[in-house]
């Protein structure tokens, strides 16, 4: 649980473990989580977004499923190549099925998703939306200031 919540160092200073143990524990509940089944299937509600990991800026795209709050596909990568790859994976008639895709402005993400998920909404994240939003009144902040 904690290994869902923070990163390896984090669980393995808490548990007093090394963290070559909370790696491998990662790895086998990981391994008979993807043995359950097809985590794709069912899907009507996507949040598609990019983390960034290590200092030289590698990215994974990473899609969630709003209904259950869970990771449901990620793959290294930025742009354009693993949104398209995502939606390969899932096929026309489960995009077909998607109702809700909610995601940052990217255009790498937008285009994809309303090229192949014809019933979507597409949606902006609320993160987001409040960064925007919190930068814009700083803008104005700053100009009555300076008047």
């Known amino acids: 649980m904690l290994a869902t919540r923070t990163d390896r160092t984090t ?3 808490s548990l007093r473990v090394s963290w070559r143990t909370v790696g491998r524990h990662i790895e086998r509940v990981s391994a008979d989580a993807r043995r359950g089944g097809d985590q794709l299937d069912g899907l ?5 977004d990019e983390i960034s990991y290590r200092k030289r800026h590698k990215y994974v795209a990473v899609v969630v499923d709003h209904d259950t709050g869970r990771l449901v596909w990620a793959k290294e990568g930025r742009e354009r190549a ?3 790859a995502f939606l ?3 096929g026309a008639e489960r995009c077909a099925k998607l109702e809700l895709v909610s995601a940052d402005a ?3 993400i937008a285009n994809p998703v309303r090229a192949r998920c014809p019933n979507a909404t597409f949606c902006l994240d609320p993160f987001h939306i ?6 814009a009144l700083d803008e104005v902040r700053r100009e009555v200031w300076r008047a």
Not at 44 to 48: A, K, L, P, S
Not at 130 to 135: D, E, F, K, R, Y
Request: charged share 20%; glycine share 4%.
């Open 11 to 13: 669980v393995s200073t």
């Open 44 to 48: 009507r509600r996507i949040g598609i």
């Open 82 to 84: 693993p949104v398209e």
């Open 88 to 90: 390969d994976e899932l």
């Open 106 to 108: 990217a255009t790498w």
């Open 130 to 135: 409040v960064q925007w939003a919190t930068a």
